[in-house]
């Protein structure tokens, strides 16, 4: 039986009355360990979770509907998820940590402008930490910008990746947002802050979405390159997510570049959440050499 039908059937059962015209963005977990139908399960089942966003007329009026339903293993029939929602108007903090490179900041705080502009969304903010860049004052630079809410964390001593994330992260006091990790050599496409709501559970998953690594010379345009799978660069959960796995190591890696984020990934996991992975189009990160970049 299809996707498409199977909710049909309980979506109608629960008395909506309302036709289902067609599916308008789809995600599949397989094989999901440790997911509760409700709070009252004690076992673990085994299936697919599913991410519906679905177009459904009811009363002459058009409604957009964004849930996960679940589909356990040998089943005929969709289930409800009572205890996997994603929560919709929750404000989000992309978070980054830098150092000189001015020419990469300014194209990140743009690129976040034009996330603004398209969406309108005033429910998230740019918070950059900064290690004394001298190339570029990046208060300022923000100050010009159209951001309606951002913050600069003035850091001092030598650059830190992990630390200057942390402190980005303990910037965020509101247990119930969301705090994503992102990297200056990107382009986030413009739905980027509602997908990282529609992909973090607040006690039970975190997100990390893979980007498109171009090569060498080339752009958006005259893309080639390879799905990057080997780092957790952008890494999204709830505040309230982040104290409980204790956030990144800032004492191993203090100075140390790279690693940091598996390790973050393998706290995670070890207190019990999941970690969501996909590759999202639109997502590019650009070739940069590392030369001139915090000690190297």
Sequence with gaps: MKILDMYSK???ESSHRGEVLGVHYMDTTDNMKNNYLDESDSHAVAGTRILLEMDIKKDE?????????????????????SNFQWKRNVDVYLVVSVKNLGVWVQHLIHNVEHIYKVTGDERFELVIVDYQSGDLDVAAELRASSLPRWKVISMTGGFSRSGGLQAGIDYVTNPDAIVMTIDMH?????????YTRRHV???KMGFAPMFYRLNEGRTEVTRAGFWETLTYGLLGMYKSDWTTTGGFDVQKYTTKWGGEDWDAVDRLRSKGLELFR??????????????????H
């Design 10 to 12: 309980v979506y109608n």
């Design 61 to 81: 009026e058009v409604l957009h509907t964004s849930e996960y339903v679940y589909l356990a293993t040998g089943a005929s029939s969709l289930c409800h998820t």
């Design 186 to 194: 990107l382009t986030l496409p413009p739905g980027f802050v509602e």
């Design 201 to 203: 559970v607040q006690g």
């Design 278 to 295: 996909l590759g999202y189009p639109g997502l590019v990160h650009y070739y940069h050499t590392r030369a001139g970049m915090w000690g």
